[in-house]
Every structure is written in structure tokens, then in C-alpha cells.
């Protein structure tokens, strides 16, 4: 079956169940770095609020395809993705909020991407250049459990709380300022996660000091490089290279006479080969943090 009738099949099903009670769209949807997933949307009609959860399809297609799912068994899976997003009482809160600026200023955040891999999805957001990357800004509030939800926000919404672009960034830094920032010490963190005490990783003399960066949520918290006092207090009067290992954290290597640029931007392309997604992965080279004038520059 191709993907197309796949689709038709899908509306006819939903169709049969919510009868004329509902709008139902399919479309692509752009995520980082160009990932893109084909979707479907159901909302009621004459609902108050606009907004609604966009289920993917593709993984469901598949499985159609491989005969472990039929058309009937796909459909109930949307209409179960769809009951338990939709019924969950802080994603119909936020929907109701989405465009009212007093609701969603103090869960306005930002983050880094790539401007040179989501040139397509910068198109219709919002956001500020920053060197090679760009920043754009996200309603994030949390879920039940450790999840954690982000909307990013776009030219309408922007008009329709009435702010500019320059109000808008202040109003995610300043979030950003008490959103659990700090930087650790990469191998205390690899000791707690592993319940270890110490680590075996060879003589003192060879170990490379690095530090990790991130928030409190570890959600797009690569951004926390926009905070100049927080890198101010943490660097002092130390130059370091910062290699981007995702959009959720960064890491800090204290600049020595030995220091290798090269040999850290090949392992900013290999740790992006081998261990990130390619919906997180920031950038393929390292930057540069510069104390003397507290700012982060791409390097030479």
C-alpha cells in the first residue's frame, strides 16, 4: 500500500468513528536539523482553542508494512495517542494559554540550533542570530513524571502577544537566568550517574579537565552559553573551547599551550556520528570563549 492511500485510510477510519464532530489535517512536520515526520491532527470542531497534538505516522506505516499492524489496529492507536495527549490537564492548560502573553512569559526559554541545518523551519519561527547558530524561543512547561513539553514560538504568535523580537529574548533570558544553570565537573557527573566512587581511567597527569553546562531539566540547555555573568563567574580569567555536543548541553575545556583545535573539532564530528541523534545535534566544530572580553567567538 502505498503512503498516500495509507493516509486516505487513516482519515476514512477516524472518519467512521468521530463522524462530522471533528476537523482531522495531515501535513509534514519540520523538526531540527531538516528531521521531518508526516503527522495527523485532530481537533473538535468549534473548539475555543486552535491548538491540538500532532500524532506521527510513519512509524505506523511501517509497521503496516512489515504486517505486524493493520489499518484498524492504526487507527486506534491514533485515537489513543490522541485521548491521552489531549486529556492530559497541562497540554489542554497550554493550549489555552498559547497566546496569551501574561499565561506563557515565565515559560518562555531559548534555544540554540543550527542556522545552517534548519534554515527551512527558521522560516517560520522566530528568532536571533548567534554566529552560526540562531536562537529562537520555546513555551516549555513539564509533564507528569520527567517529561517535558516545548512549543516553539512563531511570527504570529509573537503579534499576538504584542511584543517585539528584542522584548521577547530578554524575557527567555531573564527565565533562562533561574532555570538551574551549572557547570560540572564532567567526571564527578559520569561518578554519580554510575554510582561509582572513583574512576579508572589512568594516571592523574593524563586526564583532561571538562566541565559539562546544561540546566536543570537537561532540555536545551546548550543555550546556557548565552548567559555572559554565568560564564564570566565560572571561566575567571580562563580561555576554553566549548564543543556543542547537543542542543541540550555543552562542554568546557580549559585552553592550555597544548590545546589542539583540530583535534577537538574531530571530536565534536565524531561524537555527532556515533552518539547523537540527528535531531539534537548542535554543530560540527567547537567555539572559542574568550575571558578576556567575555565572548564566545568560532574559532580560527
Known amino acids: 500500500m502505498e503512503f498516500e492511500e495509507f493516509k486516505k485510510k487513516i482519515v476514512e477510519g477516524l472518519r467512521d468513528i468521530y463522524g462530522d ?6 501535513g509534514v512536520v519540520i523538526k531540527n536539523n531538516g528531521n521531518k515526520y508526516n503527522g495527523i491532527c485532530i481537533r473538535p470542531k468549534n473548539a475555543e482553542c486552535r491548538t491540538a497534538p500532532v500524532i506521527e505516522l510513519d512509524s505506523l506505516y511501517s509497521s503496516l508494512e512489515n504486517g505486524t499492524m493493520k489499518i484498524e489496529d492504526c487507527v486506534w492507536e491514533i485515537l489513543h495517542n490522541s485521548a491521552n495527549l489531549s486529556g492530559h490537564e497541562r497540554v489542554e492548560q497550554l493550549a489555552k494559554d498559547i497566546s496569551d502573553w501574561e499565561c506563557v512569559k515565565d515559560d518562555i526559554y531559548p534555544i540554540l540550533l543550527s542556522t545552517e541545518e534548519n534554515w527551512e523551519l527558521l522560516e517560520k519561527l522566530v528568532s536571533t542570530s548567534m554566529l552560526d547558530l540562531s ?5 516549555r512547561r513539564g509533564l507528569s513524571g520527567e517529561s517535558t513539553m516545548g512549543i516553539k514560538i512563531t511570527p504570529k504568535m509573537l503579534e499576538s502577544y504584542g511584543m517585539d523580537v528584542e522584548q521577547l529574548h530578554g524575557q527567555a533570558l531573564e527565565n533562562m537566568r533561574k532555570d538551574g544553570y551549572e557547570f560540572l ?6 561518578k554519580e550517574i554510575l554510582h561509582m566512587d572513583e ?4 594516571q592523574d597527569d593524563h586526564k583532561t579537565e571538562m566541565y559539562i553546562l546544561t540546566n536543570s531539566a537537561r532540555f536545551y540547555g546548550a543555550a546556557g552559553i548565552l548567559n555572559k555573568e554565568l560564564l564570566r563567574g565560572f571561566a575567571g580569567d580562563r580561555n576554553f573551547i566549548i564543543l556543542p555536543s547537543s542542543v541540550h548541553e555543552s562542554l568546557f575545556v580549559p585552553v592550555n ?8 573539532d574531530e571530536m565534536v564530528r565524531e561524537v555527532n556520528r556515533s552518539e547523537v541523534s540527528v535531531e539534537e545535534k548542535l554543530a560540527d566544530h567547537s567555539y572559542y570563549y574568550d575571558a578576556q572580553i567575555g565572548e564566545i567567538r568560532m574559532c580560527a
Open 185 to 190: 565537573e564532567l567526571r564527578t557527573l559520569v
Open 21 to 26: 464532530r471533528v476537523e482531522i489535517d495531515t
Open 257 to 264: 599551550d597544548e590545546t589542539d583545535q583540530a583535534f577537538f
Open 199 to 202: 574512576l579508572d581511567d589512568g
Open 135 to 139: 536562537v529562537v524561543y520555546i513555551i
